[in-house]
Protein backbone atom coordinates (compact mmCIF):
# COMPACT_ATOMS: atom_id res chain seq x y z
CA UNK A 1 0.00 0.00 0.00
CA UNK A 2 1.01 3.88 0.04
CA UNK A 3 2.34 4.88 2.95
CA UNK A 4 4.90 8.02 3.92
CA UNK A 5 5.41 8.03 7.57
CA UNK A 6 7.55 10.45 10.24
CA UNK A 7 9.89 9.53 13.29
CA UNK A 8 8.69 11.74 15.49
CA UNK A 9 5.96 14.38 15.35
CA UNK A 10 7.80 17.12 17.34
CA UNK A 11 12.02 18.11 17.03
CA UNK A 12 13.64 21.09 19.16
CA UNK A 13 16.63 22.70 18.18
CA UNK A 14 18.64 25.06 19.49
CA UNK A 15 18.82 28.33 17.39
CA UNK A 16 22.03 27.86 15.71
CA UNK A 17 22.11 24.11 15.24
CA UNK A 18 20.99 22.17 12.68
CA UNK A 19 17.65 19.77 12.21
CA UNK A 20 17.41 16.22 11.05
CA UNK A 21 13.99 15.59 10.13
CA UNK A 22 13.50 12.34 9.44
CA UNK A 23 10.54 10.00 7.18
CA UNK A 24 10.29 6.42 6.22
CA UNK A 25 8.38 5.29 2.98
CA UNK A 26 6.84 2.11 2.52
CA UNK A 27 6.24 2.40 -1.60
CA UNK A 28 9.49 2.02 -3.56
CA UNK A 29 7.26 2.82 -6.81
CA UNK A 30 7.68 6.47 -5.88
CA UNK A 31 9.37 8.81 -8.52
CA UNK A 32 9.99 11.78 -6.46
CA UNK A 33 10.25 12.48 -2.57
CA UNK A 34 9.24 15.83 -1.44
CA UNK A 35 9.76 18.23 1.79
CA UNK A 36 7.42 20.74 2.34
CA UNK A 37 6.88 23.04 4.93
CA UNK A 38 3.67 24.78 6.66
CA UNK A 39 3.70 27.59 8.50
CA UNK A 40 0.70 28.41 10.54
CA UNK A 41 -1.98 29.38 8.69
CA UNK A 42 -0.42 29.15 5.13
CA UNK A 43 -0.59 26.30 2.86
CA UNK A 44 2.13 24.24 2.04
CA UNK A 45 5.63 25.69 0.66
CA UNK A 46 7.87 23.75 -1.42
CA UNK A 47 11.32 23.35 -0.07
CA UNK A 48 13.22 20.42 -2.00
CA UNK A 49 12.82 17.43 -4.04
CA UNK A 50 14.56 14.28 -5.01
CA UNK A 51 14.44 12.13 -8.14
CA UNK A 52 14.36 8.31 -6.81
CA UNK A 53 17.57 7.79 -8.76
CA UNK A 54 19.29 10.30 -6.67
CA UNK A 55 21.00 9.39 -2.95
CA UNK A 56 21.56 13.48 -2.11
CA UNK A 57 20.87 16.88 -3.23
CA UNK A 58 20.97 20.14 -1.67
CA UNK A 59 19.13 23.32 -1.87
CA UNK A 60 19.93 26.48 0.11
CA UNK A 61 20.83 25.28 3.53
CA UNK A 62 18.57 22.17 3.77
CA UNK A 63 19.93 18.80 2.33
CA UNK A 64 17.88 15.84 1.51
CA UNK A 65 19.35 12.39 1.87
CA UNK A 66 17.48 9.25 0.30
CA UNK A 67 18.19 5.88 1.51
CA UNK A 68 16.32 3.49 -0.90
CA UNK A 69 17.81 0.49 0.60
CA UNK A 70 16.11 0.90 3.64
CA UNK A 71 13.32 3.27 2.20
CA UNK A 72 14.27 6.20 4.31
CA UNK A 73 14.22 9.88 3.92
CA UNK A 74 15.59 13.05 5.92
CA UNK A 75 15.60 16.98 5.45
CA UNK A 76 18.89 18.53 7.10
CA UNK A 77 18.48 22.07 7.68
CA UNK A 78 21.96 23.95 8.32
CA UNK A 79 22.15 27.02 11.20
CA UNK A 80 18.42 26.82 11.97
CA UNK A 81 16.69 29.90 12.23
CA UNK A 82 13.79 31.18 13.99
CA UNK A 83 11.69 31.85 10.51
CA UNK A 84 12.83 27.28 10.27
CA UNK A 85 9.90 27.08 12.85
CA UNK A 86 6.96 24.93 11.02
CA UNK A 87 4.95 21.62 10.40
CA UNK A 88 7.61 19.97 8.21
CA UNK A 89 6.10 17.34 5.95
CA UNK A 90 7.55 14.25 3.82
CA UNK A 91 5.79 13.72 0.55
CA UNK A 92 5.61 11.38 -2.30
CA UNK A 93 4.75 11.62 -6.07
CA UNK A 94 4.50 9.16 -8.86
CA UNK A 95 5.73 10.36 -12.33
CA UNK A 96 2.83 8.73 -13.93
CA UNK A 97 0.14 10.70 -11.56
CA UNK A 98 -0.54 14.08 -10.18
CA UNK A 99 -1.58 13.55 -6.68
CA UNK A 100 0.99 13.85 -3.60
CA UNK A 101 1.07 11.96 -0.81
CA UNK A 102 1.98 13.59 2.36
CA UNK A 103 2.70 12.25 6.02
CA UNK A 104 1.72 13.28 8.81
CA UNK A 105 4.14 16.05 9.64
CA UNK A 106 6.61 17.10 12.16
CA UNK A 107 6.47 20.15 14.21
CA UNK A 108 10.04 21.72 13.89
CA UNK A 109 10.74 24.24 16.95
CA UNK A 110 13.62 26.70 17.70
CA UNK A 111 14.95 27.46 21.37
CA UNK A 112 16.67 30.38 21.52
CA UNK B 1 2.53 34.30 -1.48
CA UNK B 2 2.67 31.86 -3.99
CA UNK B 3 0.36 33.36 -6.58
CA UNK B 4 -2.41 30.94 -5.75
CA UNK B 5 -5.35 32.52 -3.93
CA UNK B 6 -8.62 31.25 -2.41
CA UNK B 7 -11.54 32.48 -1.12
CA UNK B 8 -13.03 32.85 1.39
CA UNK B 9 -10.22 31.71 3.99
CA UNK B 10 -12.86 30.89 6.86
CA UNK B 11 -16.14 29.53 6.11
CA UNK B 12 -18.24 28.73 9.11
CA UNK B 13 -21.30 27.24 8.41
CA UNK B 14 -23.86 24.71 9.96
CA UNK B 15 -24.77 21.13 8.95
CA UNK B 16 -26.78 20.32 6.25
CA UNK B 17 -25.75 23.71 4.36
CA UNK B 18 -24.14 23.82 1.07
CA UNK B 19 -21.15 25.82 0.59
CA UNK B 20 -18.61 26.76 -2.39
CA UNK B 21 -14.99 27.52 -2.13
CA UNK B 22 -13.25 29.17 -5.01
CA UNK B 23 -9.65 28.79 -5.85
CA UNK B 24 -7.77 31.14 -8.99
CA UNK B 25 -4.35 29.59 -9.79
CA UNK B 26 -1.36 30.85 -11.10
CA UNK B 27 -2.10 31.66 -14.55
CA UNK B 28 -0.12 30.19 -16.85
CA UNK B 29 -0.14 27.25 -14.95
CA UNK B 30 -3.06 24.00 -16.78
CA UNK B 31 -3.08 21.75 -13.65
CA UNK B 32 -5.21 22.65 -10.62
CA UNK B 33 -5.53 20.01 -7.41
CA UNK B 34 -7.76 20.26 -4.54
CA UNK B 35 -6.45 18.68 -1.28
CA UNK B 36 -8.21 18.25 2.60
CA UNK B 37 -6.55 18.59 5.88
CA UNK B 38 -7.61 18.40 8.79
CA UNK B 39 -5.96 18.82 12.28
CA UNK B 40 -2.34 17.32 12.64
CA UNK B 41 -2.34 15.56 9.12
CA UNK B 42 -1.06 16.05 6.13
CA UNK B 43 -3.28 17.17 3.46
CA UNK B 44 -5.08 14.49 1.39
CA UNK B 45 -5.79 14.43 -2.39
CA UNK B 46 -9.29 15.02 -3.69
CA UNK B 47 -8.88 16.06 -7.03
CA UNK B 48 -7.33 17.64 -10.12
CA UNK B 49 -7.70 19.09 -13.63
CA UNK B 50 -5.77 19.48 -16.51
CA UNK B 51 -7.03 22.69 -17.85
CA UNK B 52 -11.01 22.19 -17.67
CA UNK B 53 -11.16 18.05 -17.31
CA UNK B 54 -11.14 16.55 -14.40
CA UNK B 55 -8.85 13.57 -14.72
CA UNK B 56 -8.82 11.63 -11.03
CA UNK B 57 -11.21 11.90 -8.35
CA UNK B 58 -10.20 10.53 -4.76
CA UNK B 59 -12.60 7.87 -2.93
CA UNK B 60 -12.82 10.78 -0.38
CA UNK B 61 -14.79 12.87 -2.84
CA UNK B 62 -18.39 11.58 -2.23
CA UNK B 63 -21.04 12.45 -4.26
CA UNK B 64 -21.87 15.25 -1.99
CA UNK B 65 -18.73 16.84 -3.44
CA UNK B 66 -18.56 18.26 -6.68
CA UNK B 67 -15.63 20.50 -8.45
CA UNK B 68 -15.62 22.38 -11.61
CA UNK B 69 -13.16 24.17 -13.43
CA UNK B 70 -15.43 25.71 -16.46
CA UNK B 71 -12.57 28.01 -18.56
CA UNK B 72 -9.86 25.98 -17.13
CA UNK B 73 -8.76 28.71 -15.23
CA UNK B 74 -10.42 29.30 -11.94
CA UNK B 75 -12.03 26.11 -9.91
CA UNK B 76 -14.96 26.08 -7.37
CA UNK B 77 -15.40 23.41 -5.07
CA UNK B 78 -18.83 22.72 -3.71
CA UNK B 79 -19.65 20.42 -0.40
CA UNK B 80 -23.61 19.96 -0.46
CA UNK B 81 -25.44 19.02 2.98
CA UNK B 82 -22.37 19.78 4.82
CA UNK B 83 -21.68 17.07 7.81
CA UNK B 84 -19.68 17.91 11.19
CA UNK B 85 -16.63 15.67 9.14
CA UNK B 86 -16.34 17.72 6.07
CA UNK B 87 -14.83 20.83 9.19
CA UNK B 88 -11.22 20.74 7.20
CA UNK B 89 -8.72 22.71 5.88
CA UNK B 90 -9.01 22.68 2.22
CA UNK B 91 -6.37 23.40 -0.06
CA UNK B 92 -5.98 24.32 -3.89
CA UNK B 93 -2.71 24.01 -5.88
CA UNK B 94 -1.67 24.46 -9.16
CA UNK B 95 1.15 23.37 -11.15
CA UNK B 96 2.50 24.13 -14.84
CA UNK B 97 1.72 20.72 -15.91
CA UNK B 98 5.05 18.92 -16.60
CA UNK B 99 5.48 15.67 -15.69
CA UNK B 100 7.18 15.79 -11.75
CA UNK B 101 6.78 19.42 -11.77
CA UNK B 102 6.21 20.98 -8.12
CA UNK B 103 2.80 22.10 -6.68
CA UNK B 104 2.42 25.79 -5.47
CA UNK B 105 -0.39 25.72 -2.75
CA UNK B 106 -2.71 28.26 -1.71
CA UNK B 107 -3.56 29.61 1.86
CA UNK B 108 -6.72 27.39 2.05
CA UNK B 109 -10.21 27.45 3.35
CA UNK B 110 -10.80 26.13 6.56
CA UNK B 111 -14.63 25.15 6.81
CA UNK B 112 -16.58 24.28 10.34
CA UNK B 113 -19.00 22.89 10.61
CA UNK B 114 -21.50 23.32 13.18
Known amino acids: GESVGLHLPTLSVQEGDNSIINCAYSNSASDYFIWYKQESGKGPQFIID?????DKRQGQRVTVLLNKTVKHLSLQIAATQPGDSAVYFC???????????FGSGTRLSIRP | DTGVSQDPRHKITKRGQNVTFRCDPI?????LYWYRQTLGQGPEFLTY????????KSRLLSDRFSAERPKGSFSTLEIQRTEQGDSAMYLC????????????FGPGTRLTVL
Open chain 2, 93 to 104: ASSLGREGDEQF
Open chain 2, 27 to 31: SEHNR
Open chain 1, 50 to 54: IRSNM
Open chain 1, 91 to 101: AEKYSSASKII
Open chain 2, 49 to 56: FQNEAQLE
